[in-house]
């Protein structure tokens, strides 16, 4: 009697250790799939209903262009500059200088004040200089100090600077009334508008037509997605 319980003790320790284990790996798969679905989710493109509109945005490239690619960018930004060093020289070679598409940039305001001068800069310049917008553009990207850019070092006066070396005759006051508008504040919160409308949470998002690319420094992934919608 002894010897048998003390079997049926062993053979159902032994079945325990069996469901045990078998638990412990089911857990183990299920923590590896979830994973594995979260890293896919990361890496997928995000498809809204509609394209970014850029009324009322500055638009870079031939009006009748089949894909819009569209920047949200901020001046404060240092991955915006590499961005703009890196992967807009190719972009523009490759699809809006041949007219497969145009190019728009929108602000986008995460660092605080000094986002929202950059922003009000870009905006007051857009309107009153449209053909020096984008020289404008790039120059202001290009006064990003290369240590410590989260300082402020986006002020009025810089901006105003900037804007100088752009365009020799500036009117600096008048630009200066400008970044103080209204007017001014309500073309930049259209683009707050526009970016809360496609949950932009990082700088650069770029969008092409309805899509927004997961990684904004891969190449491939851009141009495969202007591909598909040249199609
Ligand atoms: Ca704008």
Request: charged share 25%.
């Amino acid at each position: 009697m002894v010897a048998q319980a003390s079997r049926n003790k062993k053979g159902k320790g032994s079945r325990n250790f069996v469901l045990y284990t078998a638990i412990i790996v089911l857990i183990i798969v299920l923590l590896v799939v979830i994973n594995q679905v979260q890293k896919k989710e990361e890496g997928q493109n995000d498809h809204f209903a509609s394209a970014p509109s850029t009324e009322s945005q500055p638009v870079l490239g031939d009006a009748n262009a089949k894909v819009s690619i569209v920047e949200f960018g901020d001046y404060m930004c240092p991955t915006c500059m590499y961005w703009g060093e890196t992967i807009w020289p190719q972009l523009q070679k490759e699809f809006v200088d041949t007219g497969k598409a145009t190019f728009s940039y929108v602000n986008v305001d995460f660092h605080a004040q000094p986002s929202v001068t950059g922003a009000l800069a870009s905006e007051s310049i857009f309107k009153s200089h449209p053909d020096k917008f984008w020289d404008f553009h790039k120059a202001l990207f290009a006064a990003q100090p290369t240590a410590e850019h989260d300082n402020n070092w986006l002020t009025e006066d810089k901006a105003v600077e900037v804007a100088k070396s752009v365009i020799p005759d500036l009117d600096e006051a008048a630009l200066r009334t400008s970044m103080n508008s209204d007017e001014m504040k309500e073309q930049f919160q259209l683009d707050k508008q526009l970016y809360q409308d496609f949950n932009v949470t990082l700088t650069p998002t770029i969008m092409i037509n309805e899509t927004k690319i997961a990684d904004p420094l891969d190449y491939a992934a851009i141009k495969a997605a202007i591909e598909a919608s040249l199609e």
